[in-house]
């Protein structure tokens, strides 16, 4: 699929007088990724936008911002030229950002620290600067499914891009939903309906071997959450299964492992609700975990690829 894009306003003298009466035509004039189809799965993902300044943004067009994140799921800002503080700045805007620790088969901004808000999304080695070979995240699943409140945004911004692969695919959940309720009713929809997906953090495959593990699971019970609900925004009913290696509450793991991994299948190889984001420098891509699924398509094999990554709890709804 590709993401069309909307326009933002041509830049005034007073940016910042722009910025807060900007939206009445950016909205009429911008564009979704995906519209209501044949199949009849009504759902429209994805919101392309430019010349935004991330730095100098207010408030008024913050909630904008989030509430087309919900609505659309996942949103791309082109060519935003920021700093990793800038970027934190930018996240802590929509809620409390979430400090990970260095390791999950990623690099924090720094080599020396334990944790860190900002992330580095790479196959560069940190102390030699080598490019090595990663297939980190290649599956599909929600950003922060360990935590019982599982409504983060995340912010990805595109550093280094590769020439070659490297691409991220997002699964709208809006979209599977309706496409499970009408295509797969009674083999899977009526299975789940009412069921709770455990996600636990010792279960991730990225995480093993975390020394975040053990203090993580002092603090916090294990991450229940119902596959089927409502989005706290929209209100429109989403999927959520976190990833195709938990489990499902009080199912035998076998048939657990068999529904998932069928629900996974499903998704990812549906391209009417997916959109497959090709990197360009600069471009800033937010999504709502609770509203689409993602994975890294890998491919860029030892070409250099860095994206910087923090993560925030949302805000309430209003």
């Not at 020396?112 to 080598?130: A, H």
């Not at 090595?132 to 950003?143: C, V």
Request: hydrophobic fraction near 40%; charged fraction near 20%; glycine fraction near 6%.
């Amino acid at each position: 699929s590709v993401l069309t894009s909307g326009n933002w306003l041509n830049q005034m003298q007073d940016k910042q007088s722009a910025l807060c009466t900007a939206f009445a035509a950016f909205a009429i004039s911008a564009m979704v990724l995906i519209t209501q189809n044949e199949l009849d799965i009504s759902h429209s993902m994805g919101f392309s936008v430019h010349d935004i300044d991330i730095v100098n943004i207010c408030s008024s067009e913050i909630d904008r911002l989030m509430h087309l994140v919900s609505e659309h799921g996942v949103i791309v800002i082109q060519n935003a030229t920021i700093t990793p503080d800038n970027l934190l700045s930018f996240a802590s805007k929509f809620g409390e950002p979430i400090k990970l620790p260095n390791g999950f088969g990623f690099n924090s901004s720094s080599s020396t620290e334990t944790e860190s808000f900002i992330t580095n999304i790479t196959n560069i080695d940190p102390f030699t600067g080598n490019a090595e070979r990663k297939n980190t995240a290649e599956y599909l699943h929600n950003d922060g499914d360990f935590w019982q409140n599982n409504y983060i945004y995340s912010f990805l911004y595109g550093d280094i891009i590769p020439s070659v692969g490297g691409m991220t695919q997002f699964v709208d959940l809006q979209a599977a939903h309706n496409y499970l309720k009408r295509y797969y009713k009674e083999d899977i929809f009526d299975v789940i309906q009412g069921e709770r997906v455990v996600s636990d953090v010792n279960d991730i495959p990225d995480f093993k071997g975390s020394p975040f593990l053990a203090a993580f699971n002092e603090e916090h019970d294990i991450a229940k959450h119902e596959i089927v609900s409502k989005h706290a925004v929209t209100q429109k009913p989403v999927l959520f299964y976190a990833f195709k290696g938990a489990s499902i509450e009080g199912f035998a793991l076998k048939e657990s492992n068999s529904i998932l991994s069928s629900i996974d299948g499903i998704l990812m190889n549906n391209e009417e609700m997916s959109y497959k984001h090709q990197w360009k420098p600069r471009d800033l891509v937010i999504w709502d975990n609770t509203r689409v699924m993602h994975r890294s398509m890998g491919g860029y094999y030892r070409n250099a690829r860095r994206l910087l990554r923090v993560q925030s709890h949302a805000k309430s709804p209003a």
